[in-house]
Structure formats: C-alpha cells, structure tokens
C-alpha cells in the first residue's frame, strides 16, 4: 500500500502527487497542516527525521526527497504513461532538469514565497513561542529560514533571488520554444517536477510570467493544468488548499 504525506499540491509536495495520478496509482493521501506545523511534530519526525514533506511510505518503505520519489514510483511502476523516455540522452536531459529545479529554480522561487507568505505565520507569535516552535524543527538550516522570514529577509538576499527567478523564467521559455516539454518530445518527469514550482506564477510574478514576454511557457503551464491527471489532482485538494490557491491568485 503507498501512502503519500505532503502539504497537498504545491511546491515539492505536487511533484509526486501528480506523478502518482499520472500513474492513476491507488494510494492514500495524508495531507499535513502547515499552519499548525503538523510536520514537525514527533510522530511526523519518527517517518522522517528532517520534518519535511514529501514522503511515500510504501509498504513501511519510506522515501523521501521530492524528485527521488518520482523516479521511485517510475521504477516501481513503469507502466503506461511512461514518464522517462526510453533512451539514455533523453534521460539524461530529463535528469539535468530535475537537478536543476531542485538546486537552482526551486530556491529562488521558495525563499520568495516564505517571505511573502511564511514570514507572515508566525510573526504573530510571541518570541517565546516562536522559540518552542523552532526548537521542534530538525534541520538547522531551516531553523535559520524560519527565523529570517520572520524578521524579514535583507533587501539584497530578495533582490539576488527576483533575479534568479527572472533568469529561470527566460530559460525554461527558451527551452519551451524548442519543443513541447523539456526533456523533447515526451511529457516527464522533468515536466512535473518544474511545474510544480512554475505553477501559479502568472498570478505570483506576473510582470515575469506572462502571455506577451512568455508565450511558450505560459502555454506549458496551461496544457499541464488541462491534463486529466492534473485536474483530478486539484479537485481532490482538501479545502483549506482551496482557499490559500485563492488567496494567492488574488495577491
Ligand atoms: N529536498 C526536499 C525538500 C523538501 C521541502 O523543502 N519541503 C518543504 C515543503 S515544499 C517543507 O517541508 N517545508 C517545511 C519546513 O522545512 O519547515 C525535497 O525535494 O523533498
């Protein structure tokens, strides 16, 4: 049996949630609350040590990292719709976008949206209690993330990663203009993994992310939302991801 732990489908926690309804896999669905940092709690740290989603338990088998695990539910269930393509060099170009989502994209893109949204959670809490919440977190380098978003990040960290963001932007365009998904001619892995960050920047970057300057791109997020595995991903979103997906589309 494969269960899913994630925040619901956003940022890394999207990319093996798509991956298992592209796969149309029976699995169960553990949504974690964010806002009640439901992942740092002890019962979510004995299933992973670092306190972050995603996770699969399959089978008392856990995997972690967000990437890992797509290539985990590829291996394990290579069936129909293949999401590598079947030859060397196009796995190659698949794997050189997946590392660079998860090196470079996604964090740019992430230290952004915790200092517009993260920044905001706790800056409400008394310092004591902010302390006994980090105390919790395992990772000290997200210990330090915590603590910046809530004092707020320095001009020049957010102006450094608006201009990676834009530079990501005219990169994944350039790619897209070539052909219609990154790895070629094939949908994969590559393009569930960076749309998972791509997703919902017309809304969250729109001067970057946008029909004029980014057609290709644009029209690549589009036709990832109108994938039947896609839609029937988002209609399963519990409420509360409902209501924040609102939220920000009218940031
Ligand atoms: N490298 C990990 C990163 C996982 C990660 O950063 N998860 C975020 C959600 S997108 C998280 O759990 N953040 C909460 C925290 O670190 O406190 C992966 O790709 O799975």
């Known amino acids: 049996m494969l269960t899913l732990y994630s925040f619901g489908p956003g940022a890394n926690s999207l990319k093996p949630l798509l991956t298992l309804y ?3 896999l029976d699995f169960t669905s553990r949504f974690l609350n964010p806002a009640t940092f439901e992942h740092h709690s002890d019962w979510f740290k004995q299933i992973n040590p670092n306190g972050q ?34 030859d060397s060099y196009g796995r ?9 989502v998860d090196e470079y994209f996604c964090w740019c893109v992430s230290t952004i949206g915790w200092h517009r949204m993260v920044g905001g959670m706790v800056r ?3 310092d004591e209690e902010f302390e006994k919440m980090v ?12 603590r910046r978003a809530r004092e707020g990040f320095a001009k020049e960290i957010l102006d450094e990663e608006m201009r990676k963001i834009a530079y990501s932007v005219k990169k994944l365009e350039a ?25 919902g920047m017309e809304n969250g970057f729109a001067d970057l992310v946008n029909e004029a300057d980014t057609p290709h791109l644009v029209a690549w997020i589009r036709r990832i939302n109108a994938r039947p595995a896609c839609r029937q991903m988002f209609a399963k979103q519990p409420s509360e991801w409902a209501d924040r997906r609102r939220a ?4």
């Open 22 to 24: 592209e796969k149309g």
């Open 53 to 86: 989603v995603p996770v699969l338990d399959d089978d008392g088998k856990i995997i972690t990292e967000s990437t890992v695990i797509c290539e985990y539910l590829e291996d394990e269930f290579p069936g129909e719709p293949s999401l590598r393509p079947a």
């Open 92 to 100: 190659a170009q698949m794997r050189v976008w997946t590392k660079w």
């Open 124 to 126: 409400n809490l008394g």
């Open 135 to 146: 105390e919790r977190i395992p990772l000290k380098e997200q210990q330090v993330k915590w």
């Open 175 to 199: 790619r897209l203009a070539l052909s219609p998904w990154l790895a070629g001619d094939q949908y994969t892995l590559a393009d569930i993994c960076n749309f998972a960050i791509a997703n």
């Open 248 to 251: 920000s589309a009218t940031r």
